[in-house]
């Protein structure tokens, strides 16, 4: 079984936070909540907040499956430099990917959407399409091997197996 590394800052889609947070629990899958400060992040409906497990800042644990939630998370992700540093430090080693909604922009911002097909918020289409990929209107996509991406929260249902599925294999 596979190590999750979960990435967020404020402003995370409190669905897409709360609902992989408790089905990897019950699935038992092992996790960690990774962010830049040691303080409780919120997401955009407040619905409750979290610490993380583990500093961005100070990580180098290896992990098979980086999660990014989306709605403002990604955003304030990137307004850090490191963030795409880290992203595409993950990625050469062996990471894979699970984004939806808005976080599909880290990726674009690391350079690993190139030539790959990828759904997301309609909003962030434009940004997809800058950063040499294919936008597709659809519930989940799964690009490559190291790649899945989820349109919205409203498409969980879709989505979330596609995330454990990629998890458990």
Request: hydrophobic content about 35%; aromatic content about 8%.
């Amino acid at each position: 079984m596979k190590k999750v590394a979960v990435l967020l800052d404020d402003g995370y889609h409190d669905l897409e936070l709360w609902i992989p947070y408790y089905r990897l629990k019950e699935e038992k899958i092992i996790f960690d909540i990774l962010a830049w400060e040691d303080r409780k992040y919120t997401g955009i409906f407040g619905i409750d907040s979290v610490m993380p497990d583990k500093l961005l800042s100070h990580e180098r644990e290896r992990y098979q499956l980086v999660y990014l939630p989306g709605a403002k998370s990604p955003e304030n992700l990137l307004k850090r430099p490191e963030t795409v540093e880290i992203i595409k430090r993950m990625h050469e080693e062996g990471s894979q990917f699970a984004t939806i909604c808005h976080s599909p922009i880290v990726l674009a911002e690391a350079g690993l959407l190139k030539g790959k097909s990828v759904t997301g918020h309609p909003s962030i289409k434009s940004k997809i399409e800058a950063a040499g990929a294919s936008y597709v209107d659809s519930p989940v996509v799964r690009s490559s091997d190291h790649i899945i991406s989820g349109r919205t929260h409203f498409e969980m249902d879709s989505f979330l197996p596609e995330l454990l599925n990629q998890v458990k294999n």
